[in-house]
């Protein structure tokens, strides 16, 4: 079974600084993408940035140039350095696996971006 387990969440004022990092423990091919998503109160879910196991990367336009994501396919981790933060990135921030047409999840890590 994988489990995913973030940490980094969070209170920090508008401009400052927030890294997440993402543990998969379990059995899952080593072909994959992790990524992170967030979740904002009243709103669905999105994607942030997520990252292959080539190291490909793609980034939502509202964090492109302020986030940069990271893995390490050795420990299996995947970290979010989230840099210039503003309000309205304050969400639960969830860290996600896709591999063989299943979708893994983190329980969420809340990051709040005070002005």
């Known amino acids: 079974q994988v489990q995913l387990v973030e940490s980094g969440g969070g209170l920090v004022e508008a401009g400052g600084s927030l890294r997440l990092s993402c543990a998969a423990s379990?059995?899952?091919?080593?072909?994959?993408?992790m990524g992170w998503y967030r979740q904002a109160p009243g709103k669905q879910r999105e994607l942030v940035a997520t990252?292959?196991?080539?190291?490909?990367?793609d980034y939502a336009d509202s964090v492109k140039g302020r986030f940069t994501i990271s893995r390490d396919n050795a420990k299996s981790t995947v970290d979010l350095q989230m840099n210039s933060l503003k309000p309205e990135d304050t969400a639960v921030y969830y860290c996600?696996?896709?591999?063989?047409?299943?979708?893994?999840w983190g329980k969420g890590t809340l990051v709040t971006v005070s002005s």
């Open positions: 379990g059995s899952f091919f080593r072909i994959n993408l």
């Open positions: 990252t292959s196991s080539g190291a490909t990367t």
């Open positions: 996600n696996l896709k591999t063989n047409g299943v979708d893994y």
